[in-house]
Nanobody, 114 residues
Framework: QVQLVESGGGLVQAGGSLRLSCAAS????????MGWYRQVPGKQRELVAL???????NYADSVKGRFTISGDNAKNTVYLQMNSLKPEDTAVYYC????????WGQGTQVTVSS
């Protein structure tokens, strides 16, 4: 059973930085894709950033230039460096992985105060 363990959320002032980490355990396969989605109450979950096994990345337009995703395919680990945070980045951030099947983490709260 694959499990995703997230860490790094918290409270930060606008303009600050946070780094999220997610490690997948329980599989002998390396990820096809890993990344982060976020959700605020009353809205759909949205893609923040994704990295594929070949190194290609995708970002939401709203975070381009501020967030950077990186990953270690061999260790099934992904990181999200978030800089210049804005209050509108406040959300629950969910780790997502495709390791044969799709998996989701439990979510970590990121709160950006103005």
């Amino acid at each position: 059973q694959v499990q995703l363990v997230e860490s790094g959320g918290g409270l930060v002032q606008a303009g600050g930085s946070l780094r999220l980490s997610c490690a997948a355990s329980g599989s002998t396969f390396s990820f096809n894709a890993m990344g982060w989605y976020r959700q605020v109450p009353g809205k759909q979950r949205e893609l923040v950033a994704l990295i594929r096994s070949g190194g290609n990345t995708n970002y939401a337009d709203s975070v381009k230039g501020r967030f950077t995703i990186s990953g270690d395919n061999a260790k099934n680990t992904v990181y999200l460096q978030m800089n210049s945070l804005k209050p509108e980045d406040t959300a629950v951030y969910y780790c997502y992985a495709v390791i044969v099947y799709e998996y989701w983490g439990q979510g970590t709260q990121v709160t950006v105060s103005s």
